[in-house]
């Protein structure tokens, strides 16, 4: 299904499952589509950055997609492009939306600076992948080092006419969210899906600032879907609830290169994956800190049965 | 009061407090330093990166740390002597002890890169300021750039025996100090102070791996005091229910950038600052984030009476 | 002598001259402006990154820049105020124009990112300095990591009239400054003086762009009269045998890092300065590189007598 | 054939030629590597971050590398097999050294900072590619933003007997070679082969401080051969002076961004590729630049007829 500007709910960003040996573990690959299926996800993100991206080789990252399409495919399926080349961004691009994706996502290459630097990139990667890709702009300055302001966002969406979604991930980023909503209600912008990141750390306060739900990883995808939902119903106070309870294990699973060691761990526990796994170079959990994540994990159980693995 | 390598509890992280035309408010920096003494802290930490030191005149530094003094003395003072060059470490690091402060914060300067980069770089700052004055290292690789490894700040630590306390604002970090406290364990490192950073976002976790109190600010210092005090007195639970319940507002003040803006205006709210005004350049809370954290405050007031502001 | 946006020629950065114990070795200083007069510099900049200026007291840098109106006040002297707060800028600012000053230089603060912060940076400096200061650019991303377009120069320029001279010190740089003298003949930029920095590096094609001269520092500052002279002469390949004949020499002295090094070991070797010293921390050469500048020197001398020394 | 620790001369960074379509110009390449042999380089790297690298797909490389391999095979050949994750890396390494290739140049990824973490990275990516495939560190802070210490690469080079060669291409790095020989010298550093980049701006020092040659780029390799040769021969003058007829040209390739732009459009004009293209993202010449560049040509060919073309 096709990613369009109306997109809204929660696109889990997907890690990809290894084998210890560092293959990839295909079973829990498709155990894991099937679980975000499941639970209500409105899509999925597959080959971002929490999904190991860059260490796999090409003909792995078409597998995957092919993979998640078979599981998903009624929803739209969005698949990171960004390469160093926009040769191998439009090769991938194509393949994956040939094999059924709804759209790419692409994060600006860190040596950007200036502002045309940025609109000029996007111009030029919309050019390399068609325009008739749908595609999302990867907003990460913490990780990527590169800054867009929200008229930088606004030129990228008004010039390409293909821009279907924000992937919000600034940090402090609330801000950002309202002015560019501002910039929609004066005209000077078209509607856009705004998704938002950062593990969910500030997905309380996102959507009531207007975003359209969550594009981002957290061992229990569940408690993205509660809160967007709940927001969007108008259930203020509930959604706080929920997320209150959750929010030490996302913080926890938040931390800078052992995030993904946390989410991965839970759901291993949770049985979603086989293994814990990363391909090298990657990271591992200590005995301490797996032992902090089960005493968070059971201090959430006590009011969400969901954490009772 | 000397600060020694046995220090142990919360030393508040001081806001410098400022009128709105940009002067410095000495009435309330009293009343800071007051309320600081007065709820138990055990110490203090002045001209530090979020008591925005880089904007203030050497007089003003020394009038501050008098005024700190004149209300703490009987606590260790620690004072922020971090600059450009070792001429002005020096003369601020021997008027503030001068004054009675108890020990001095060095933070390593961005361009450092090098394990040798940085442990000269403290072997030159130590030569500058005299072997007779304690120091704090200050280690905060997402603002300063800078990465030391624990067995970096455990060369600083031996080479140099005026070295009392580490300032730990790694992030991730909980690792560090379980490898700084097993280092002392083996034998290779001396006894030192570690005392946390990062708005006390790990501050639960971090007395469990064996930090020996927060040296960091938020806007109730009480809540770092009893997260400490509870975990030393092993009540773990307890310790972890009143940190859970505080941490929306302490992720939301942890906001890079805007952080500062957030901890003035509760502070300001609370009675203990007059204005919640930063020096230029400074950032400004919106009029959605100041009723986002009075919705954060009135939620943490339904269980903790002193959020009822 | 007020800087104004006619200025033109070669404006030294001068080293700040140090006795080895680390204290401002003042008779060198009288006696590098005096050099610099009688060479026949068009100005001369002072407190810049590569004067040391953090490592200054602000007395001895009020002091430094009484020295040299006292020596070069005919000619327009270019003040560095950079500093992390905007109270501190405009004390240095208005102290120093008071003295004699011709105008001040303002570096953006490595934080800056979008084009949005940067010209919003230089709209508050004026606003702190006050409109009346004439004001310099400082476009210096090599060491600065802000990265500045032509546009944001220009913005920079029509939206603040006090604005007089862009340093330009981007790298590479040639097309900025085709692209601003584009901007000036398309009429969307008012007429501003370009002198170009990096050590003087690229001064030969620079000029040929449309700079109007050097701002920058070499220890031949002559060389860069020389060939701004003939520049303007229209003698081509006069100006550039003589620029190639100092290029290794300039090309060792523009090494990050101990490129200060360089140029104080070869002024003292002139007898401008009375030792090659530094303030704190600081670099120094080792025997084989002096023994290295030295070999280039000889190979200078061969050509240029003022090289025999 | 395999590249040992007592490699020495010139290997140049061969660009990858492309048509301007983006596709790889094959007989560009075939007249390159026969170029490259032609003039007596003592083997070649091709893949390294001048060689556009990162945008080739995997089996680009390798024809690339088979191409190579028919035109220099008697020489040494390094390939760079840089890669975000070690399978990809390994993956490449052994392809390549089966179709007879001498070695693997192995670059830090730029998220590394602290020694341990260097010589960590260097020990896993043995771990992957194997210990039988000699490699070459690739030392390039100005690019990578990862600094190494003389002791890091002693230890990378003691740490793994199948290290034979370090690509030296710090800035400034004299003394970092005169460090290294020296730990040779006092046996705490087995030999290895010393050859140097920055586009052999330092060349001519370099080899006085220990150099074994050159492994870098410049659109006349003759001149990098020219200069190792008459070092080696201990005939320092002509060295020099050689090497300062091309400095201007030299400096003016060794630009960031637009020097592979200068060194295609020069190659190209030498009659050695067809074209100047790059594949995008890349850069070009300004008809400006290009004059600039015809101007320098025609300079240095007074002297040295190489440079008529």
Chains 1, 2, 3, 4 share one sequence.
């Not at 950002?176 to 705004?194: A, C, D, H, M, Y």
Request: glycine share 8%; net charge neutral; with cysteine.
């Amino acid at each position: 299904m096709p990613l369009t500007s109306d997109a809204s709910g929660v696109f889990p960003i997907a890690p990809t499952p290894f084998n210890p040996d560092g293959s990839i573990d295909w079973a829990s690959a498709d155990r894991l589509f099937q679980f975000y299926h499941d639970i209500g996800s409105d899509g999925v993100t597959v080959l971002g950055i929490m999904g190991e991206a860059p260490k796999l080789e090409p003909e792995e990252s078409v597998e995957l997609v092919k993979r998640c399409v078979a599981r998903m495919g009624a929803k739209p399926i969005i698949v990171g492009v960004s390469a160093p080349g926009f040769a191998a961004m439009r090769s991938l691009a194509r393949q994956v939306m040939d094999l059924g994706a709804g759209g790419v996502m692409i994060a600006p290459p860190p040596s950007l600076r200036t502002d045309d630097q940025i609109t000029g990139y996007y111009a030029q990667a919309v050019e390399a992948i068609g325009s008739d890709i749908p595609f999302v702009i990867q907003d990460y300055p913490l990780t990527l080092s590169v800054v867009m302001t929200p008229a930088v966002i606004r030129k990228i969406v008004m010039d390409n006419p293909s821009c279907v979604m924000l992937k919000h991930e600034d940090w402090p980023g609330l801000e950002k969210i309202s002015t560019l909503r501002k910039f929609q209600k004066e005209g000077s912008l078209r509607p856009i899906s705004i998704v938002t990141g950062n593990g969910g750390l500030f997905l309380d306060f996102e959507m009531e600032r207007g975003a359209d739900g969550a594009n981002t990883g957290y061992a229990f995808p569940e408690l993205l879907i509660d809160v967007v939902r709940l927001q969007k119903a108008g259930q203020r106070d509930a959604a706080h609830d929920i997320f209150d309870l959750h929010l030490p294990l996302m913080r926890y699973e938040q931390q800078q290169g052992v995030g993904l060691a946390v989410r991965k761990y839970v759901m291993a526990k949770r049985g979603i994956l086989a293994h814990d796994a990363q391909r090298k170079p990657g990271s591992a959990l200590s005995a301490a800190a797996k032992a902090e994540v089960d005493y968070l994990l059971a201090r959430i159980a006590k009011h969400d049965p969901r954490a009772k693995i």
